[in-house]
């Protein structure tokens, strides 16, 4: 079998995430839809493991993507091709090369970045209504920011997961970026991995604090287990995966 690494995008609102398993299987996700163009093109089934599962609603600016076929003649230049004449037009190939036979897209990455988008304006933008978050009044970057430092290091993230099973709920955050400019803010987060949920757990509460609802305190003591009102999932058509690093 040849083994493929790809850097793909996708808009994920029409899709039930990268995806699901279980109870909950569905085709109608972004690996189901490269698994369906890729059976007709080699005539058997691929093995697809990507860098890290994004939920239903989730888009990707660089998602990475490890792809093992039977067929050693087809070139990373005619795989590409042919995912970008078939795939939906929503999910884009950005690049493909051949890997290491032992290389597994989630398996040996670093980290991962998360990015989350805000519109902030008394005019909601109509074109970014699908990719960013509305929030009539700018949100306290200052409080925003001192909460996201206690995030900073390795801490249990069992408050900040809907994940029903897993072996250990402990993640390492390595940056948190708030950044404003404009109309838009946009919070970047680095982490070894995520966890269901976490990254849109972790934003919600940050917007309650920027909206005063918390105090940045709130994070300590979430993380600290202690008996706080967790913050709802900011809502997923804001969130990107923009990186997986290796």
């Known amino acids: 079998m040849s ?9 994920g609102g029409r899709y039930d995430g990268w995806q699901r398993m279980g109870n909950e299987r569905s085709d109608n996700t972004v690996q189901g839809k490269i698994a369906e163009v890729l059976r ?7 093995e697809i493991n990507c860098g890290c599962r ?4 989730v888009h990707a600016y660089g998602q990475v993507i490890n792809v093992r ?11 590409k091709n042919y995912l970008s004449r078939y795939l939906p037009r929503d999910i884009g190939v950005i690049s493909v090369d051949r890997a290491d036979d032992r290389f597994h897209a989630q398996l040996n990455l670093r980290s991962v970045v998360y990015m989350y988008r805000l519109d902030v304006g008394k005019n909601p933008d109509v074109f970014m209504r ?5 929030t009539f009044d700018m949100p306290d970057i200052d409080a925003m920011r001192k909460a996201a430092s206690y995030f900073i290091g390795e801490h249990d993230y069992k408050l900040f997961t809907t994940a029903k ?5 402990v993640r390492n955050i390595e940056d948190i970026q708030i950044e404003h ?14 966890m269901h949920n976490m990254a849109r757990l972790m934003v919600g509460m940050l917007l309650d604090v920027g909206g005063g609802l918390k105090k940045p305190e709130a994070v300590k003591d979430a993380l600290e287990l202690k008996d706080v009102t967790m913050s709802f999932p ?9 990186k997986v690093n290796y």
């Not at 083994?3 to 808009?11: E, G």
């Not at 099973?165 to 709920?169: F, G, I, M």
């Open 165 to 169: 099973k897993s072996k250990s709920t």
């Open 234 to 242: 900011a809502e997923a058509y804001g969130l990107f995966l923009e």
């Open 69 to 79: 076929i039977d067929n050693d003649d087809t070139s990373p230049k005619e795989l």
């Open 130 to 134: 699908r990719y960013a978050y509305h």
């Open 181 to 194: 400019k404009g109309n838009e803010v946009a919070i970047r987060i680095t982490a070894n991995d995520f």
């Open 3 to 11: 083994n493929y690494i790809m850097v793909i995008q996708y808009d």
């Open 54 to 57: 994004t939920e239903k609603g």
């Open 40 to 46: 007709r093109m080699t005539g058997s089934e691929p």
